[in-house]
């Protein structure tokens, strides 16, 4: 008997997130209500930073002399750019100023160093999924449950995003390019197959696409990834794999819906932790119950039994990202190029391929 990890790849399924805030805030929405991605579920004030100013270094002065031109004391407010010290006297229009760079109050001065703690700023949380709110958390946020599809990706940065639904390409195993990513890509997320390059990152940094869904990245992308202003969200690995047939045709099926993504792993390798990046469609309202699957116990989720029949994904090369179907589990061992024996599946991959493929390089689609 075995038991792997788990990816959840859903046509249709109940999806149920918390929203939560990151400081102590306001709910603004109840139990029951519909929403929308947009909509503001709740609300916080943000804590400012504490900005350093050296004002004897501004005024060219020594440190234990700074005092005698500030024009600000402990606990008045400032505003962005106006004067904090000054030299006083007809000739002290022609000396340097010490200007303020944000707005806030004075917290503490010494040693020619005054403190200011930057304005707090409001924080809303929005919803990032359309459904309805199931319960709320007084000062905390909400859960929101809806149904639809739900794909889980293997690598994410840069947070979340909501758009429609853009496929690029016409199969998962074409890169995602420039050139097909023009005006019309404007607050979408596109989806593109195998991989994609700096050419195409830049295009959709100006084409102001809200979001990206590839198959593969290069390793040596991630640093770039993570200083874009949008997020990315990688569905089968690092290399330069075709996206998944059943994840692109998932996608392709539902090309032109509002779909949200959540790009930040917070797990990492094969086993992850709390979250994984992900791809929720919503359904809409008249989708069947039937569709749905059946409801796992809590004790069965994260780790299902390997059986026949059983739907994998392939975590190694040369199969990496393949999805197929298990046909036997054979009782003899396999050895590998390390020299060392594993158990193995026989598994049936997409185009009715069969391999032997060692247990530790799969995990379950579900």
Same mark, same amino acid.
């Given at each position: 008997m075995y038991?792997?990890a788990?990816t959840?790849?859903a046509p249709?399924t109940?999806i149920?997130?918390?929203?939560?805030?990151?400081?102590r805030?306001?709910v603004?929405? +109840?139990?029951?209500?519909?929403?929308?991605?947009?909509?503001?579920?709740?609300? &916080?004030?943000?804590?400012?930073?504490?900005?350093?100013?050296d004002v004897?270094?501004a005024l060219g002065? +020594?440190r234990?002399? $700074?005092?005698?031109?500030l024009?600000?004391?402990i606990?008045?407010?400032?505003?962005?750019?106006e004067v904090? $010290?000054?030299?006083?006297g007809?000739?002290?229009?022609?000396k340097p100023?010490c200007?303020?760079?944000?707005g806030?109050?004075v917290?503490a001065?010494?040693e020619?160093?005054?403190?200011i703690?930057?304005?707090?700023t409001?924080?809303?949380?929005?919803?990032?999924?359309?459904g309805q709110?199931t319960?709320?958390?007084?000062?905390?946020?909400v859960v929101?449950?809806?149904?639809?599809?739900?794909i889980?990706?293997?690598w994410?940065?840069?947070g979340?995003?909501?758009?429609?639904l853009k496929?690029?390409v016409d199969n998962?195993? /074409?890169?995602?390019r420039?050139?097909?990513i023009?005006?019309?890509?404007?607050?979408?997320i596109v989806?593109?197959g195998?991989?994609l390059?700096d /050419?195409a990152? @830049?295009?959709?940094?100006?084409?102001?696409?809200?979001?990206?869904i590839?198959?593969?990245?290069? $390793?040596?992308? &991630?640093?770039?990834?993570?200083?874009l202003?949008?997020?990315?969200l990688?569905?089968?690995?690092?290399?330069?794999?075709p996206?998944s047939?059943t994840?692109?045709?998932?996608?392709q099926?539902?090309?032109g819906? @509002?779909?949200?993504?959540?790009?930040?792993?917070t797990g990492g390798?094969?086993?992850?932790? /709390?979250?994984?990046?992900?791809v929720?469609?919503?359904?809409r309202?008249?989708?069947? /119950?039937e569709?749905l699957?059946?409801?796992?116990s809590?004790?069965?989720?994260?780790?299902l039994q390997?059986r026949?029949?059983?739907q994998?994904?392939v975590?190694r090369?040369?199969?990496l990202? $393949?999805?197929?179907?298990?046909?036997?589990?054979?009782?003899q061992?396999?050895?590998?190029e390390?020299?060392?024996r594993l158990?193995v599946?026989?598994v049936?991959?997409?185009g009715?391929?069969?391999a032997?493929?060692?247990?530790?390089n799969l995990e379950l689609?579900?």
């Open positions: 038991y792997l788990e959840r790849i249709a109940d149920r997130r918390e929203r939560i805030l990151p400081a805030g306001d603004l929405v +109840r139990p029951g209500e519909s929403v929308g991605p947009a909509d503001v579920v709740a609300r &916080c004030q943000m804590p400012g930073g504490i900005e350093v100013v004897s270094r002065t +020594r234990d002399r $700074a005092a005698k031109w024009l600000k004391n606990g008045d407010t400032v505003q962005a750019n904090l $010290a000054s030299h006083g007809l000739l002290g229009r022609l100023v200007r303020a760079p944000v806030g109050q917290i001065v010494r020619g160093l005054v403190l703690e930057k304005s707090s409001t924080f809303e949380l929005r919803a990032h999924l359309q709110v319960n709320i958390m007084p000062g905390l946020g929101i449950a809806t149904r639809g599809v739900l889980q990706g293997m994410g940065s840069g979340e995003a909501d758009g429609v496929i690029l998962p195993r /074409k890169p995602l420039a050139r097909a023009d005006v019309s890509c404007h607050g979408t989806v593109g195998s991989g390059d /050419k990152l @830049e295009q959709a940094v100006e084409a102001k696409v809200r979001g990206i590839v198959g593969s990245i290069n $390793a040596d992308l &991630c640093p770039v990834l993570h200083a202003p949008i997020p990315v990688v569905t089968d690995g690092f290399g330069s794999y996206m047939q994840v692109f045709s998932l996608l099926s539902n090309a819906r @509002e779909t949200g993504i959540s790009a930040d792993a390798g094969v086993r992850w932790g /709390k979250r994984r990046p992900e929720v469609i919503p359904l309202s008249e989708s069947s /119950k569709d699957p059946e409801p796992q809590a004790g069965e989720q994260g780790a390997l026949p029949n059983a994998v994904r975590l090369a040369p199969y990202g $393949a999805v197929g179907t298990v046909t036997d589990l054979p009782a061992l396999l050895t590998v390390s020299g060392v158990p599946v026989e049936a991959l997409e009715a391929e069969l032997l493929i060692p247990i530790a689609i579900q």
